[in-house]
């Protein structure tokens, strides 16, 4: 089989995740429309849930097909993308990101903290159940501590409420909407198996840890319905919505990353691409931090240098992939030095 049909194949898959996540943005759209201020918590817990379906998709995919490690560089890659990525480009395209006062700065901490932690604990090259168990564990004192304010929790409730009855039960939703939605749902985890098999393919074609795909490519694609919002919402001049979805879809991926380690018990991950990932994606939480509680607004520049981290992180990783394709693994080094040394066993018999 050509590499071609594998390539159709994948763009069939995004396609598929493309369709689903039009369903999902234009019911909760039509919720937040509802709110003026309280648009960051709608997104946060709402929009940050359900535009990282397709993340879901792939780590359950990947779970029943034995190769964690493609959800893993998934999940990483596809937080790396929003806070390097979507941010900053929202900042630049839209003239700047008002920063919401919603949520503390020692909540913020916290939640950057739960963002970075996957990559950190993959850092000696295994996630374990134990460390999935741990992330979990911030991740709910996270979401306590967002819903002890009150306004927000009445919001939450609301706004999942409504969601509902949006894809549901509205005059605008009749069966032949539910039916999209009963169709695009299993379309989407169709296409998160599909991600998987190719992504498998492609690994083995390139020659570099499936992980790289996950990381790099996935990254990007699973990440489409955040695109969606970022160019609605600078059209829209509802950027807070934007960035309440970009913060609710990161911690959404930790929580993912969670019930993967504990589902898949230890599994190894290239430590290469976890270094790099850690290094400048915690740089770039850090910078994201500062510029968030400097100002009222992440600027254009300040976005500028967020898509400059980004560029040196994918020119990094490419370059390490590359280094990677050319070395041998171990099974293939053994394998290469088998029939020498059957020759010497030979040649000690005669």
């Known amino acids: 089989m050509s590499t071609i ?17 039009g369903l999902l943005i234009d019911a909760v759209d039509r919720v937040a429309k509802r709110y003026n201020k309280p648009g960051f918590a709608v997104a946060f817990f709402v929009l940050g849930m359900l535009t990282s379906i397709s ?3 792939v780590a359950v995919n990947a779970t029943l ?7 893993a560089g998934n999940l990483m890659g596809a937080s790396l993308v929003l806070f390097l990525l979507l941010v900053p480009l ?3 395209l839209g003239n700047g990101i008002p920063m919401t006062r919603a949520i503390r700065p020692s909540n913020v901490a916290l939640l950057l903290l739960i963002v970075l932690l996957p990559a950190l604990l993959a850092l000696d090259g295994a996630v374990l159940p134990v460390e999935g168990v741990a992330l979990l564990l911030l991740y709910a004192a996270l979401i306590f501590r967002l819903r002890k304010k009150h306004p927000a929790e009445e919001t939450a409730a609301d706004a999942l409420q409504d969601t509902r009855r949006e894809l549901l039960n509205s005059r605008h939703a009749g069966a032949a909407d539910a039916g999209k939605i009963i169709v695009g ?16 393919y492609f690994a083995q074609m390139l020659r570099i840890p499936v992980s790289f795909i996950g990381l790099l490519l996935l990254a990007i694609g699973t990440n489409i319905p955040e695109l969606v919002i970022a160019i609605r919402c600078i059209l829209g001049r509802h950027k807070d919505i934007a960035l309440g979805d970009y913060l609710g879809s990161a911690a959404t991926n930790s929580l993912i990353f969670c019930l993967l380690a504990v589902a898949n018990g230890p599994f190894l991950i290239e430590s290469s691409e976890v270094l790099v990932t850690s290094v400048l994606f915690g740089a770039g939480l850090g910078l ?5 509680r400097s100002k009222e607004i992440l600027s254009r ?10 560029a040196l992180f994918l020119a990094t990783q490419i370059l390490n992939a590359a280094r990677l394709s050319r070395e041998e693994t171990p099974l293939e080094a053994l394998r290469h030095a088998a029939p020498p040394v059957a020759a010497a066993d030979d040649a000690a018999t005669l």
Request: aromatic share 14%.
């Open 55 to 57: 993340e879901f998709s």
């Open 65 to 71: 097909e034995g190769v964690p490690q493609v959800s």
């Open 288 to 292: 994201f931090y500062l510029f968030s």
């Open 5 to 21: 049909p594998h390539i159709l194949l994948f763009l069939l898959a995004g396609a598929a995740i493309w369709f689903l996540s």
């Open 90 to 92: 929202l900042a630049v």
């Open 301 to 310: 520049k300040e976005g500028a240098v967020l898509l400059a981290l980004y």
């Open 185 to 200: 749902g299993i379309l989407i985890f169709v296409a998160g198996n599909l991600l998987v098999q190719e992504s498998v």
